[in-house]
């Protein structure tokens, strides 16, 4: 079946440091592919997306592309800040319409100032 | 402002009793779903509905219930046959109008065992 693996955390970092969470999926077709944020005590923000092959989604300095070559979607900022801190998850959604969105366990980063 | 609505943030148990928490959207998504978080984990589905009067099981729906009688609101009950209900608790909504689309969440209601 469909699946989504990214790497365990936690992930510990300094400010200003280069972040890269990796993100790989397994589906039988072309997916959509999203990462979401969770801060503290609160539900899931949608970060980015892309919806096919080759395609770049950013947001708030983050970027990740979708590789069908090597079915990654691997999540990176050039500087992190201490406000980046919180969970990261990757996800994934079939075209079919009755399809769920599977998630990634999730990556906790920490960055200290 | 669109979006999803949980209440309450915090709520309590107490043995034996059941406790229904609420989720509103205000988006018109056609689907709802409600997961529960543990500690350090992720995400697991516990019932999802598609359209209303409609709803079906996700991967650990024992000892829950839902309902689905308005397109704006996907209640969920944790029955005192959950042994074990202490979690965070999201609610989500998706548009199946139009595929490929992200879910949006509620900011989650907390729940624990007195």
């Known amino acids: 079946g469909n699946s989504v693996t990214q790497m365990e955390g936690p992930v510990t970092l300094s400010e200003e440091a280069f972040l890269t969470i990796n993100c790989t999926y397994t589906?039988?077709?072309?997916?959509?592919l999203f990462w979401y944020v969770q801060y503290p005590g609160e539900g899931l923000q949608l970060l980015l997306k892309?919806?096919?092959?080759?395609d770049k989604g950013s947001n708030k300095g983050f970027e990740a592309t979708y590789r069908k070559e090597t079915t990654s979607f691997h999540l990176e900022k050039g500087s992190v800040q201490v406000s980046d801190s919180a969970v990261y998850f990757c996800a994934l959604v079939m075209g079919n319409r009755d399809d769920k969105i599977i998630f990634g366990k999730g990556t906790r980063l920490h960055i200290l100032p | 402002d669109g979006g999803i609505t949980q209440s309450p943030k915090y709520l309590f148990r107490k043995e034996g009793q059941n406790v229904t928490l609420s989720c509103e959207q205000n988006l018109n998504h056609d689907a709802m779903y409600w997961y529960r978080q543990d500690p350090g984990q992720g995400l697991r589905l516990i019932y999802y509905s598609q359209i209303v009067n409609d709803f079906q099981k996700g991967d650990i729906a024992e000892g829950y219930s839902v309902s689905r009688e308005k397109k704006e609101s996907f209640p969920l009950t944790v029955t005192s046959a959950q042994k074990n209900p202490t979690a965070f608790y999201l609610c989500?909504?998706?548009?199946?109008?139009?595929?490929?689309?992200?879910?949006?969440f509620g900011d989650g209601t907390r729940l624990s065992i007195l």
């Open positions: 989500a909504s998706s548009d199946r109008g139009l595929s490929n689309q992200p879910q949006h």
């Open positions: 589906a039988t077709g072309y997916p959509s």
């Open positions: 892309a919806t096919k092959a080759d």
